[in-house]
């Protein structure tokens, strides 16, 4: 196979403007007397809403305005709207609700023409917002667009980490990615399970992907799963117990039907004979 390596774009004629817009909320974000839900607000109303961005208490009470355009404008402040995590009975509040209103800029950016598909700003507004909101990251995070978590705050990110196109990071159990890991498009990794009893049985579990690890397009990696160094789950497999290093796993359960060729000298035999869960 031939090695095709991303091209390298000149800059946009806005990048002045993008620059000095990002400047301005990683100021705001770095003053801890900042109220975030206010900063959000603000941003998103001047985003969507500039013709009301500067009076929008008063465009609120306005009666010549539209009924729906008042409440589209509400929807700036996410005081003013309840997201799935709140209603979970294992959130913690105090810590969703100061993650809250960047999980809410960070998805309604995405929603917007400034957003949609425009990469290069978004992926600099979500590497400016995650540290703010996982527990941890890494050096040269990059994140695509439509991509939802549960809480956010239990999420473990490491170095240069690319998550691509409408995934799901269900981090309710907590999710860990090491470096080097690679989320493809559409991809569900999930850290909670529901009985098949009663449905408000749940159990959360640390779900882990190793240093190097891929889970390919439409993959599904369920909660308690351990992906392995440079362990690859293959597109649409559903990874319902652990990955052992090196090995690429695929189908519905996943099974291993390889090693990776780069795995080390001695993978194959160490690996096949390893006590890991997965079989």
């Known amino acids: 196979m031939v090695k095709i390596p991303l091209q390298q774009l000149s800059g946009r004629p806005t990048a002045a403007l993008a620059?000095?817009?990002?400047?301005?909320?990683?100021?705001?974000?770095?003053?801890?007397?900042?109220?975030?839900?206010?900063?959000?607000?603000?941003?998103?109303?001047?985003?969507?809403?500039?013709?009301?961005?500067?009076?929008?208490?008063?465009?609120?009470?306005?009666?010549?305005?539209?009924?729906?355009?008042?409440l589209a404008l509400s929807a700036c402040d996410p005081r003013n709207v309840t997201l799935e995590p709140e209603y979970y009975g294992d959130c913690d509040q105090v810590r969703f609700q100061k993650?809250?209103?960047?999980?809410?800029?960070?998805?309604?950016?995405?929603?917007?023409?400034?957003g949609g598909q425009n990469v290069e700003l978004g992926v600099r507004l979500r590497r400016l917002l995650a540290p703010h909101v996982f527990k941890k990251v890494g050096r040269n995070f990059k994140c695509f667009q439509h991509v939802e978590f549960s809480f956010?705050?239990?999420?473990?990110?490491?170095?240069?980490?690319?998550?691509?196109?409408?995934?799901?990071?269900?981090?309710?159990?907590?999710?860990?990615?090491?470096d080097n890991v690679s989320v493809s498009d559409y991809v569900n990794i999930y850290s909670?399970?529901?009985?098949?009893?009663?449905?408000?049985?749940?159990?959360?579990?640390?779900?882990?992907?190793?240093?190097?690890?891929?889970?390919?397009?439409?993959?599904?990696?369920?909660?308690g799963v351990h992906v392995g160094q440079q362990g690859m789950v293959g597109a649409v497999a559903v990874a319902t117990k652990d990955v052992r290093p090196y090995h690429v796993n695929v189908g519905i359960p996943a099974k291993s039907v390889r090693v990776k060729p780069n795995a080390p000298a001695d993978a194959g035999d160490r690996l096949r004979t390893s006590t890991d869960r997965q079989v």
Not at 99 to 114: C, E, G, N, Q, T
Not at 157 to 178: P, T
Not at 200 to 223: F, K, P
């Open 19 to 70: 620059d000095r817009w990002l400047a301005e909320l990683e100021t705001r974000l770095a003053d801890p007397t900042v109220d975030r839900y206010d900063l959000c607000r603000d941003t998103l109303a001047a985003l969507a809403f500039p013709e009301h961005a500067s009076r929008l208490d008063a465009a609120l009470a306005d009666e010549a305005i539209p009924v729906a355009t008042r």
């Open 152 to 178: 956010g705050y239990n999420l473990e990110v490491g170095d240069d980490v690319v998550i691509h196109r409408h995934v799901l990071l269900d981090d309710r159990g907590g999710i860990r990615l090491g």
């Open 99 to 114: 993650v809250k209103p960047l999980l809410w800029l960070w998805y309604s950016f995405d929603r917007l023409p400034i």
């Open 192 to 223: 909670h399970t529901h009985s098949i009893v009663e449905q408000v049985d749940v159990t959360n579990a640390m779900t882990v992907l190793e240093d190097g690890v891929r889970i390919t397009y439409h993959a599904t990696v369920l909660a």
